[in-house]
């Protein structure tokens, strides 16, 4: 099939070059459009308050990026523990059938150490309280 | 005959885990479903189709010359000082003479359609037309001159639809029919006045017949 | 088709040690907690790649020490991040100053 | 020919003048109808309720007479909405609102005025809290009544439709940038207290 | 004798061969990828919204082309959008601001490279040893230019929507990961095209593990935020979400790039347990080994999506709390368990 | 911290710093006509801050220069969607001092379209509570069926939502010919609808999470704060006008007060799922009623005694032209001179108890006029109800209380 | 088999591109957005390390740590809300990346210069897991409690009502 | 056809109600003057019938803090010194009326007076709640003080802002006293206040046609 279809110029293509050509295009699509549609000088001097930004149309007051929802964290922190354990486990998964029997044991040790562990962490993830700032 | 009011305490209905998780979603889907493979649609389709407002709606006010008797207590009683009265030279027939009158005029950007005008006319000089889906361009249009109060305003929506009235139904609730299929016309043909609804028929008829 | 080979072995071999290089650099260089911890991350993805490429004569040697220092790694970025959670609440309710303001 | 090379040069240094011939290039015939349909088929509201007609719009989008069925979606943002309905009385503390509203909408956009109290004060035409939509934003069309029927605003949106197609409202726009047909108020109260001095916003 | 038919013929089919049948290309930016998927999301959000008004007792987009039930809507809006103005706030970074909704867009069509669309080798975008991996990997990817979108905007409620983003992705990527991968033990193999040949005759995986199925459908609603899960941009209180600041078609971009990560995600979907292109097999040729089978999935897919569309006329949205602990208390333990079932199917001999 | 953005006229007010400040309307999908700033400490309301006034018409002010009958669209203009009941209590209250009493009919014609109203509020609130909870399903439904309710108002009135139509005295229409059996079905055709919102909506897993529990205010907390109508029946305070001093023709009527005792979102969403099947009670009595009697006493006999042919024509159905059965007003009604006096009355509107004070001094125009409407005593709850609540349960308890700014700021 | 000529191509590509990033994540002022670039240079080293023939790896380095760790750092450092100044000391920061640097490349290139090189051979999953499933299964076992232990530890530092 | 008040000579002067402690069973005789414009005469204001019994036990409460009892329908007037305003509060609320309808002030500009009153219900006391108290006092127009009851009923805070923009009445001890409808430009001009007289365009409604039509009406 020649140089084209070489596994490495299909991935390098897939995963590279014709996305960032796409990426390029849409981003210089954005940036003509940007140009061309605007709207004359004299109506941006009457509309002041068009470049600020929006909150509920009154005045801005204060930027956007602060401090922000602190409760979930538990969530997270469960989420990351957990995930690789789960992910490890879920490669392992591809081992011959006759493997299975192994597999059903990693699995209910899997189970048995992590459903009390995600039932506390739920339970205390839950108790928003102790988690704020304030 | 005296029964007063009583209070019944009531309960939230409320479900076990396992039946607000199963039934509920699955109720909700099936209504949603039901629905989804059998539409109960209320809608109208509004410029090839507007609804044929019954007799006593308020909609635009006319004024009938003639009858007024300048008595101004439509300007009176109006609550958004829409109607004014305003002077001109008439010719009397019965004084065979000009005199100077008043008759009201009415200004859209105010009126508020309470009404009142029309209800405290003596003489019924004053008369509401069945619709009111009339936009403007600019507010000069929406002041109208003595000549204009006495004509009906244009209804445009009658040129491009078919009207249709709407029926209860115990099934659907209100059910769209054809304006003529509810023998409509009979109960128009009596109107005594020279109304709006006969000439929005006949406008009508040309509308649907193009 | 052995050269290609160590080529690309070479150029991995010095990318990974730009990357680990850069990352000293910011956790040497800079006093921001949060930068520090960035810097360590990006210590690692260069370690990432040179324990791959050391290793990559046994395969499946490199399978299985890979997947357990990436899951060290991840957990201990939570690890850090928590204690670093911690440590700033407790900075914050013992001093009135705001966080933003204190080069943490 | 130097007026040619001149005119040249301003192309590739100036880029506004590049852009808008390019417009200009572009924007005509086919292309301009298909924006002038695209927009009118594509009339978004933007989620202002200024007073009680706020129910007769939310009559006008539900079912029964479902001004869906234009293309017209209520939006919650104004940045990606291009029609504002001002829905009756604009007091004095809406009105900043209102003017902040319209203003970050994007171009092409248009307005409606609806109810007498939008018009011209209507019941309230003496309040001293209230002040006339007009001399705060441009508008386009006018629905009279208290409040008007749902079919008035359907009517509105139909004859906005029209305006937009006939006149190429939202293509000419496009080309220049401006909308010769309007008038663009800077309202003579101090709404939001914006007069006189400038913006400052620190990022 | 060579005619000039017969080298314009070559020519065309030449390029029809190696460039739009170009695996990547082709997979990339027509089927699957960019121009599928924007004739899917043009149909599905028409779809929304009709179906949604079939329910609320009304029509829904209607006249502007009254005999196809108003299908041209979606275009008209595009257009609208595109010929609106960009307003770029004087807060916002702007590269940031740029680069986040176009690299949402590239990140969610990204995974569409990795999943086959036919059994021949050679209509294969990358080796397909590791594609079920591969693709889950990569739709892991996008949701973070969301967050970026929204800090990028610099926005109050673009900057609470980002966060919110980010929790329902720590919600689903795990649901979604696991109930993906659930189906492995039964196939003992990576590789999508193993297993949509496992499921030729008729023995969907779906039906094998209907509980992953289910996860791995709801994970799909949550991770793009449609209902009942929509809760980035949760109207009520959040005006658009991470998008509220964005306008003209960048804000066309942001929604696409939503609409298609939920397009990717169904091909997926449908490609583990629907069968793929299931009854189909294959043949030689480009027609009927490449254009046929993608169009049969692109089929199933659809309807995959349309069914996830269907639930906005049914449900609101559930707050961001009970969102999380809903997928921690039920769908993450669901999951697992659809995993254990795959196991102990495999353990048990269920299938051959 | 960085300095906020410096407008001129704005008032800045202190932010404490851990906390973040998100102002929610007027501009906004989940905010009517007014505004609230909302300080979240991460997603947790700490503090609700309702800054109300963007509807404020200057009611009060200008009943004071407006003729008596003036004032009734104009007190209309509050909550054109429950018309009726909105004006009822002033009317009612200005009859005190004129010391006149409806003759029963009128009074029987003003508890239908009361009632009328109340379902079609109802129901508006319901559709808006659906959208804020993002169930679009709902408020297409509920405003689908709310036109089955203000087809018939317009039916008997002329006007879809404004209808003006009690005047001191009487009423302004008397029912159409098909009116009687338009309403049964109409009733029938609701009660059965009412069992697929239950199911679509208030049973809803989805739904009831997000409203169980949910703002939730008990009986001493719901006195305290004054909260009225539905919420407050919701909260198992047994309180409603019609029940602790009935008006017009409710005590002839055979209906209940629905009253729940949680007190929270959902149970107030159901207290008025209960209350639309109690009012369609009573609209199938009041049409019987109406039916069995005949046409006659419509209006107080002192405005109506001096009333020439023409006008008894009208009413009786001989001229037909600006509808059937029209009270014409007598000129006199456009000067009204009301005695001095001062009197009070309340009905329970849609949303709550409506409460009217009414002083005279003689003149043709009121003295005062203070008015004060359910929305405006519901307000305070955001403020005491919202913080500790998280910010995605803002609108839901904005919904569940059942909002209408223009009510609220009159 | 062996690698295509052109692989050095590709590997260079990715490489350059991804100390693009790592530069990036020290430069940038704004953490979220050092944070994203730390996400692309994940997912960089994932596809250098899919080059050197370990997809299996690189697709768990993406799902593990792109998709979770990093975006646990975007999380955080948005709830922090951690942005201002911070002071550099170059010079010490230059002295220690070019001791490395030097120190990593001495040893890898010392010892073993002539004895590594990439395969372009795809470890085989199947071999890998059945591998460790047979011999590590108590490993497994291990690093699975070791995880639950990191939940529960993280969780009684992060929140507040465990200390006070 | 013309107007009732054509027919009917002028209604005379307003009687804004007086202050001063008045046997509350025997209304003012001067009341017959009020003869109104309406063709039957309008009754004498009294206390309501169905109050009677009720103004019977809230002068027993209230005993010692001199109440008065003023003319009225659908309510009770109650009126106290100024001074005891919190105390009348106290009691009331502990007899039974436990929460505010309403805060209403009145401007009686030519007493140069402010009448503040709140109008009390009950709900936890269910024989109470078919009536409706107004707990009422006097201030001066001048120095419009009156101590905030929103100590004694939280449901009257709202209220209490309102009066307060537009009055001008400054509620001591109430806890955020700030303008609630209005923007403090329109605040300042204390709306309500009987010196605020909102312009009519013009009173005449008749126009000259020329000038009607002349007229810019917006
Ligand atoms: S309908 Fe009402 S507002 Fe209109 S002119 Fe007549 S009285 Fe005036
Ligand atoms: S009330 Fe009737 S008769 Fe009198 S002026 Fe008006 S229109 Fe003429
Ligand atoms: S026009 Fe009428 S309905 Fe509309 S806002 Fe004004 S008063 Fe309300």
Not at chain 4, 71 to 90: A, F, K, Y
Not at chain 5, 177 to 199: E, K, M, R, W, Y
């Amino acid at each position: 099939m020649g140089f084209a279809y070489n596994p490495y110029s299909l991935s390098a293509n897939s995963f590279v070059i014709i996305p960032t050509v796409i990426f390029a295009v849409l981003v210089a699509t954005m940036l003509l459009l940007r140009t061309l549609l605007r709207s004359d000088k004299r109506v941006d001097n009457v509309e002041l308050y068009k470049y600020v930004p929006f909150e509920s149309s009154n005045p801005p007051r204060g930027t956007g990026k602060s401090r922000l929802t602190f409760q979930y964290l538990g969530y997270l922190v469960m989420f990351l523990s957990v995930e690789p354990a789960v992910v490890l486990l879920t490669f392992l998964t591809v081992a011959p059938r006759s493997y299975s029997g192994d597999l059903l044991m990693l699995y209910l040790i899997l189970v048995a150490v992590f459903a009390p562990t995600i039932a506390f962490g739920a339970y205390v993830a839950k108790r928003v309280h102790e988690w704020g700032w304030a | 005959m005296h029964v007063p009011a009583k209070p019944s305490p009531k309960e939230v209905p409320r479900a076990t885990f396992l039946g607000r998780a199963v039934a509920g979603n699955l109720g909700a889907l099936a209504v949603g479903v039901k629905y989804f493979f059998d539409p109960n649609r209320i809608t109208l389709l509004y410029p090839h189709e507007y609804i044929k407002l019954r007799q006593g709606y308020r909609g635009y006010i006319v004024l009938i010359f003639d009858k007024c008797i300048s008595c101004a207590s439509c300007a009176r009683i109006c609550p958004a000082r829409a109607m004014k009265m305003v002077s001109i030279n008439v010719f009397d027939k019965k004084l065979k003479k000009y005199m100077k009158k008043k008759y009201p005029v009415i200004n859209y950007n105010r009126c508020i359609f309470c009404g009142f005008c029309v209800d405290v006319c003596p003489t019924e000089a004053l008369y509401h037309v069945p619709y009111h889906d009339l936009v403007y361009n600019s507010m000069a249009d929406m002041v109208l001159t003595l000549e204009d109060f006495q004509k009906e305003p244009e209804f445009v929506t009658a040129k491009e639809g078919v009207p249709v009235t709407y029926i209860y139904d115990e099934k659907k609730g209100l059910v769209k029919v054809h304006y003529e299929e509810e023998g409509g016309e009979v109960q128009k043909a009596e109107g005594g006045q020279a109304s709006a609804a006969t000439e929005a028929q006949g406008e009508q008829a040309q509308g649907g017949g193009g | 088709m052995i050269i290609v080979d160590q080529l690309t072995g070479v150029l991995l071999v010095l990318v990974s040690a730009i990357i680990m290089s850069i990352g000293v650099y910011g956790f040497t260089a800079s006093r921001n907690l949060f930068r520090q911890l960035l810097s360590i991350e990006v210590l690692f993805n260069g370690v990432f790649l040179l324990v791959i490429t050391l290793l990559s004569a046994s395969p499946l040697v490199t399978v299985y020490y890979s997947i357990v220092v990436i899951s060290v790694v991840s957990v201990e970025a939570i690890v850090v991040t928590a204690i670093l959670v911690a440590f700033l609440r407790a900075y914050r309710t013992h001093s009135s100053t705001d966080l933003e303001e204190s080069e943490v | 020919m130097e007026a040619q090379q001149q005119e040249g040069k301003a192309y590739i240094g100036n880029l506004e003048v590049a852009a808008q011939l390019a417009k200009e290039y572009l924007v005509k015939g086919t292309v301009a109808k298909l924006v002038d349909w695209a927009t009118a088929f594509s009339l978004w509201p933007v989620h202002l309720m200024t007073s009680c007609c706020g129910c007769e719009i939310g009559a006008a989008w539900g079912p029964r007479f479902d001004n869906e069925r234009y293309g017209s979606l209520p939006w919650v943002s104004p940045r990606q909405t291009n029609l504002i309905i001002v829905e009756g009385t604009v007091t004095k503390k809406m009105a900043c609102s209102v003017r902040i509203t319209w203003e970050q909408m994007p171009y092409p956009k248009f307005a409606i005025a609806m109810g007498a109290c939008a018009l011209d004060g209507g019941i309230f035409y003496n309040s001293y809290n209230i002040v006339r939509p007009w001399q705060v934003i441009p508008i386009d069309l006018y629905i009279p009544g208290c409040p008007p029927r749902p079919e008035a605003v359907s009517r509105a949106i139909v004859e906005l439709q029209r305006m937009i197609r006939n006149k190429g409202l939202a293509s000419k726009w496009v080309v220049s940038g401006i909308r010769k047909d309007l008038k663009y108020v800077l309202p003579k109260e101090d709404l939001c207290g914006w007069r006189g001095e400038r913006l400052e916003l620190s990022a | 004798m060579v005619t000039a038919a017969q080298v314009a013929y070559d020519v065309g089919w030449g390029i029809l061969h190696y460039i739009i049948f170009y695996p990547p290309l082709y997979q990339l930016i027509i089927i699957p990828g960019l121009i599928a998927a924007l004739v899917v999301v043009i149909f599905i959000i028409w779809f929304e919204r009709k179906a949604a008004a079939r329910v609320q007792m009304r029509y829904g987009p209607w006249e502007i082309s009254p005999r196809t039930g108003g299908a041209t809507q979606l275009i008209a809006d595009l257009i609208r959008y595109t010929f609106q103005e960009i307003i770029v706030p004087r807060t916002v970074d702007f590269m940031s601001y740029i680069i986040a909704p176009n690299a949402a867009v590239i990140f969610s069509i990204l995974p569409l490279v990795a999943v086959p669309m036919t059994s021949v080798s050679q209509y294969w975008p990358i080796p397909m040893d590791f594609s079920l991996l591969i693709a889950v990997a990569l739709s892991t990817l996008s949701p973070i230019f969301v967050v970026m979108m929204s800090w990028a905007s610099n926005n109050k409620f673009a900057v609470v929507g980002g966060v919110r983003e980010s929790f329902i992705i720590v919600a689903y990527e795990l649901i979604a990961v696991i109930s993906l991968l659930a189906v492995v033990p039964l196939v003992s193999t990576f590789n999508l095209v193993d297993i949509v040949q496992v499921q030729m005759g008729g023995r969907w995986l779906g039906l094998l593990n209907p509980i992953a199925l289910l996860d791995a459908f709801i994970a799909v609603i949550m991770s793009t935020s449609a209902f009942p899960f929509e809760i980035p941009d949760s109207e009520s209180e959040l005006v658009a979400g991470p998008y509220t600041e964005y306008s003209g078609l960048m804000y066309g971009l942001n929604m696409g790039a939503g609409y298609i990560r939920r397009w990717t995600l169904s091909v997926l979907i449908t490609l583990v347990f629907l069968g793929g292109w299931a009854p189909y097999r294959p043949g030689p040729g480009v027609v009927a080994g490449y254009l046929v089978p993608s169009l049969i999935v692109v089929a199933k897919a659809v309807v995959v999506m349309a069914i996830m569309s269907f639930l906005r006329s049914v449900y609101g949205r559930y707050r961001l709390d009970q969102a999380l602990s809903l997928a921690w208390e039920v769908l993450i333990p669901m999951a697992i368990a659809a995993f254990g079932i795959s196991i102990a199917e495999t353990y048990f001999g269920v299938i051959p | 911290m960085e300095a906020a953005p410096r407008l001129p006229g704005m008032e800045v007010r202190p932010v404490e710093r851990h906390v973040y400040e998100v102002q929610i309307g007027p501009a906004h999908p989940g905010s009517g006509h007014m505004r609230i700033f909302v300080e979240v400490d991460g997603d947790i309301m700490v503090r609700v801050d309702p800054d109300i006034g963007f509807v404020h018409r200057t009611m009060e002010k200008l009943a004071e220069g407006r003729d008596w009958i003036k004032n009734i669209p104009l007190f209309e203009r509050m909550a054109i969607l429950d018309a009726c009941n909105i004006t009822l209590p002033y009317v009612e209250a200005v009859e005190k001092i004129l010391d006149i009493d409806p003759p029963p009919r009128a009074k029987y014609l003003r508890t239908l379209l009361c009632e009328i109203n109340r379902i079609a509020s109802h129901l508006y609130g319901m559709g808006i509570f659906g959208v804020f909870l993002g169930h679009s399903t709902l408020y297409m439904w509920a405003f689908g069926d709310r036109e089955v309710f203000v087809q018939l108002a317009e039916d008997l009135t002329g006007a879809r939502l404004t209808h003006s139509y009690p005047v001191f005295g009487g009423v302004r229409r008397d029912i159409p010919d098909d009116f009687p059996q338009n309403a049964r079905k109409a009733a029938r055709y609701m009660r059965n609808r009412l069992n697929e919102y239950a199911k679509i909506f208030l049973n809803n897993p989805n739904i009831r999470k997000r409203l169980e529990g949910v703002g939730v205010l008990d009986k001493n907390r719901a006195t305290e704060l004054g909260i009225v109508g539905p919420n407050v029946r919701a909260s198992g305070i047994k309180y409603d006008v019609r029940l602790v001093e009935p008006y017009e023709a409710y005590d002839e009527l055979d209906f209940e007060i629905p009253i729940f005792e949680e007190g929270d979102s959902l149970a107030r969403a159901w207290v008025r799922v209960e209350e639309i099947r109690q009012s369609l009670n009573i609209i199938e009595q009041a049409v019987d009623w109406l039916e069995r009697h005949p046409r006659e006493g419509f209006m107080h006999d002192r405005f109506w005694k001096n009333a020439p042919q023409l006008y008894k024509d009208i009413y009786n159905g001989k001229i037909d032209y600006a509808g059937k059965y029209r009270v014409k007003l007598m000129p006199l009604f456009a000067s009204l001179k009301v005695p001095a006096g001062k009197a009070s009355a309340r009905v329970e509107a849609g949303r709550g108890e409506m409460f009217y004070y009414v002083e005279s001094d003689g003149k043709n125009v009121p003295y005062r006029v203070r008015v004060v409407s359910p929305s405006f005593r519901n307000v305070i709850a955001f403020k005491y109800v919202m913080p500790g609540h998280r910010l995605m349960d803002l609108p839901a308890i904005y919904g569940s209380f059942d909002y209408f700014p223009p009510e609220w700021d009159r | 088999m062996f690698a295509p000529i052109e692989m050095p191509l590709f590997v260079g590509v990715m490489a350059v591109a991804a100390a693009i990033a790592a530069y990036y994540v020290i430069k940038l002022k704004d953490m979220i957005y050092a944070s994203i670039s730390l996400a692309l240079l994940g997912s960089l080293t994932a596809a250098l390390i899919a080059l050197a023939g370990f997809p299996i790896v690189a697709a768990y380095l993406v799902l593990v740590y792109v998709g979770a760790a990093v975006m646990f750092l975007i999380i955080t450092i948005s709830m922090l809300g951690l942005r201002g100044s911070e002071e550099r000391d170059t010079f010490r920061g230059i002295i220690a990346a070019a001791a490395v640097f030097t120190l990593v490349i001495a040893i890898a290139f010392s010892s073993k210069l002539y004895n590594f090189y990439v395969l372009p051979y795809s470890v085989s999953a199947q071999q890998a897991a059945s591998r460790l499933l047979s011999r590590y299964l108590l490993v497994l076992a291990l690093i699975f409690v070791g995880q639950a232990t990191t939940i529960v530890e993280a969780i009684s530092i992060a929140r507040r009502g465990g200390r006070s | 056809m013309s107007s009732a008040p054509e027919k009917k000579p002028n209604a005379p002067a307003p009687q804004a109600p007086t202050p001063a402690p008045k046997p509350a069973a025997q209304p003012a005789a001067q009341s017959a003057a009020k003869q109104s414009a309406v063709p039957a005469a309008p009754p004498k204001p009294t206390i309501p019938p169905e109050y009677q019994e009720l103004q019977k036990k809230v002068a027993e409460v209230l005993k010692g803090l001199n109440p008065t009892f003023e003319p009225s329908r659908g309510y009770l007037d109650v009126v106290v010194a100024k001074e005891h305003l919190v105390e009348a509060a106290r009691r009331l609320k502990e007899m039974g009326f436990d929460h505010v309808i309403s805060v209403g002030a009145i401007d009686y500009i030519a007493k140069k007076q402010f009448k503040v009153m709140y109008h009390l219900t009950s709900y936890l006391n269910e024989d109470l709640s078919k009536y409706v108290v107004a707990l009422s006092t006097y201030i001066e127009r001048d120095s419009p003080h009156v101590p905030s009851l929103t100590g004694i009923w939280l449901s009257a805070e709202f209220h209490e802002r309102e009066e307060y923009e537009m009055f001008g009445i400054i509620f001591d001890g109430h806890p955020d006293l700030r303008p609630l409808l209005l923007t403090p430009a329109v605040a300042a001009l204390r709306p309500l206040r009987k010196d605020f007289v909102v312009k009519e365009e013009s009173d005449d409604i008749e126009t000259d046609y020329e000038a009607y039509l002349a007229t810019k009406w917006w």
